[in-house]
T-cell receptor, first 111, second 116 residues
Framework: AQSVTQLGSHVSVSEGALVLLRCNYS??????LFWYVQYPNQGLQLLLK??????LVKGINGFEAEFKKSETSFHLTKPSAHMSDAAEYFC?????????FGSGTKLNVKP | GAGVSQSPSNKVTEKGKDVELRCDPI?????LYWYRQSLGQGLEFLIY????????KSGLPSDRFSAERTGGSVSTLTIQRTQQEDSAVYLC??????????????FGEGSWLTVV
């Protein structure tokens, strides 16, 4: 069975601070991993994805995530938060033709 | 089309009525998915279509929910005898091909359903 767990439904950081959004997965086979972002009143868009190769993946808007097989994690980070990063972030796993998503983390950025 | 298109974007319906939500996937995408996003909830998988194969209906919450995909392209999600708990955003997504290929899934803007 596949599942995705995002720790923290709400995360609040100050502008300029480090952003860390946590994602752990369970999978019976090596997964393909994704982060999607949903800005207010908009659809979901792909932030970054890991398929094979380098375990540190860089995405749009300065975000990156590292696949750590030993920890079954794919945490999303950004060195310096910007007000425009306020959104909901979803971690996802693609296996066996299905995409499984976590429950989402809402990121609030304080001025 | 250029992206996944969903209609209507907003729908308010009375409890007990049937509703149909439409999805037009990206041209050439053989895989199509429906998800539900309720307030404060994550993305709940509903149903998956791949080409001409039988759909994976394992996520449909009740027999009031059904979906079809005609001609391998446009899909319609039907909710019969709507209930207030059906109020949610219904998201359609599409992607290329078969297998665990790491293909990106592209989402539509969603259909916001409110049952009053």
């Amino acid at each position: 069975a596949q599942s995705v767990t995002q720790l923290g439904s709400h995360v609040s950081v100050s502008e300029g601070a480090l952003v860390l959004l946590r994602c752990n997965y369970s999978s019976s086979v090596p997964p393909y991993l994704f982060w999607y972002v949903q800005y207010p009143n908009q659809g979901l868009q792909l932030l970054l994805k890991y398929t094979t190769g380098a375990t540190l993946v860089k995405g749009i808007n300065g975000f990156e995530a590292e696949f750590k097989k030993s920890e079954t994690s794919f945490h999303l980070t950004k060195p310096s938060a910007h007000m425009s990063d306020a959104a909901e972030y979803f971690c996802g796993v693609h296996n066996f033709n299905k995409f499984y998503f976590g429950s989402g983390t809402k990121l609030n950025v304080k001025p | 089309g250029a992206g996944v298109s969903q209609s209507p974007s907003n729908k308010v319906t009375e409890k007990g009525k049937d509703v149909e939500l439409r999805c037009d996937p990206i041209s050439g995408h053989t895989a199509l998915y429906w998800y539900r996003q309720s307030l404060g909830q994550g993305l709940e998988f509903l149903i998956y279509f791949q080409g001409n194969s039988a759909p994976d209906k394992s996520g449909l919450p009740s027999d009031r929910f059904s979906a079809e995909r005609t001609g391998g392209s446009v899909s319609t999600l039907t909710i019969q005898r709507t209930q207030q708990e059906d109020s949610a955003v219904y998201l359609c997504a599409s992607s290329l091909g078969l297998g665990a290929t790491g293909n990106t899934i592209y989402f539509g803007e969603g259909s916001w359903l409110t049952v009053v």
